[in-house]
Each structure stands twice: as C-alpha cells, then as structure tokens.
Nanobody
Framework: QVQLGESGGGSVQAGGSLRLSCAASGYTATRYYMGWFRQALGKQREGVALIDDDGGTSYADSVKGRFTISKDNAKNTLYLQMISLKPEDTAMYYC????????????????WGQGTQVTVSS
C-alpha cells in the first residue's frame, strides 16, 4: 500500500521561503513518477512541479525560477524548495505519485498525501 505524507508547510511573508517534504513508502514499481500539486480555496487543483524517475523536472509557468523539485531516492523523499513566495502561492500543497510520466493531470495520479498548507501574507 503506497503512502505519501507531506510536511513543511506554514505561514510566511511575501518574499519568504519554505521547503516542503513528502515521505513515500510502499511503492514497488521501478518507474514511479511524482509531483507537487496545489489547490487554493475555491479553485481547481493545479500542477506545480513534476520529476521523472531519471531526475528530469518540469514546472508550471507561475513557479518557474522560484520553485525547485528534487528527490532523494535513498530516503524515498520528495522535496519542493520554494523561494520568493507570493500571496498567490497560498494553497494546500499535495504530493502525488503514479505511473504516467510527466502528467499534469490529477487523474493520472492514484496516490496522494494529505496535504500541507502554505500561507503567504503580503
């Protein structure tokens, strides 16, 4: 049974930084793709950053240059380093895992964490 668990959210002022972590366990597939999604109040969930099994990364235009996704395979942990945070980054952040490479569609990810809240004040 795959389990994902996020941590590291919090409240920061605009321009601040946070690092989110997602501990993963229970998956056995050699090709397992992960990403970060977020959902602001009243809005649809959107993809933020993806990482391939070979370390290739993709970012939403709104976070390029500010967010960095990475993965520590030895620790089975996914990270999202966020700098220069803006109020519009305020959302619940989720890590997701699945078997479709480079997908921005939530439906392609069968495994989700419980989410961690990020709040950025102006």
């Amino acid at each position: 049974q795959v389990q994902l668990g996020e941590s590291g959210g919090g409240s920061v002022q605009a321009g601040g930084s946070l690092r989110l972590s997602c501990a993963a366990s229970g998956y056995t597939a050699t090709r397992y793709y992960m990403g970060w999604f977020r959902q602001a109040l009243g809005k649809q969930r959107e993809g933020v950053a993806l990482i391939d099994d070979d370390g290739g990364t993709s970012y939403a235009d709104s976070v390029k240059g500010r967010f960095t996704i990475s993965k520590d395979n030895a620790k089975n942990t996914l990270y999202l380093q966020m700098i220069s945070l803006k109020p519009e980054d305020t959302a619940m952040y989720y890590c997701a895992g699945g078997y479709v490479r480079d997908s921005w569609y939530s439906a392609d990810y069968p495994h989700w964490g419980q989410g961690t809240q990020v709040t950025v004040s102006s």
